[in-house]
């Protein structure tokens, strides 16, 4: 996990740390999630996410890849994104996902 600053952070090594682990491609914006079972909507909660962000996601199960043509962003807000997806009882439609931008 990458190193999480706060704007009134004066200790010059975590800086310097945090600035080699973007440069090393880690950051703050990924994680993971799951599709909710039974339900056509998953909300989505990231402390990255903004009203002007572009999540993206990607499949890490075979049950998600099949979701794939059914699923899809319907909004994103301050702190939250929604997806939208068939209804399914399926448990396990992991997606990994990155919010970028905004």
């Not at 973007?22 to 996410?49: E, I, K, W």
């Not at 002007?52 to 301050?78: G, W």
Request: aromatic share 6%.
């Amino acid at each position: 996990m990458a190193i999480q600053l706060q704007p009134e952070e004066k200790n010059i090594w975590r800086v310097v740390q945090a600035v080699i682990q973007l440069v090393q491609g880690r950051h703050n914006a990924c994680d993971r999630f799951t599709l909710t079972p039974g339900a056509t909507t998953t909300v989505v909660s990231h402390v990255n996410c903004s009203k002007d962000c572009e999540p993206q996601f990607s499949a890490r199960t075979a049950n998600a890849a099949a979701a794939l043509a059914t699923t899809y962003i319907s909004a994103v807000d301050q702190g939250s994104f929604t997806v939208r997806h068939a209804n399914n009882a399926q448990t396990d439609r992991e997606f990994g996902f990155t919010v970028t931008g905004g």
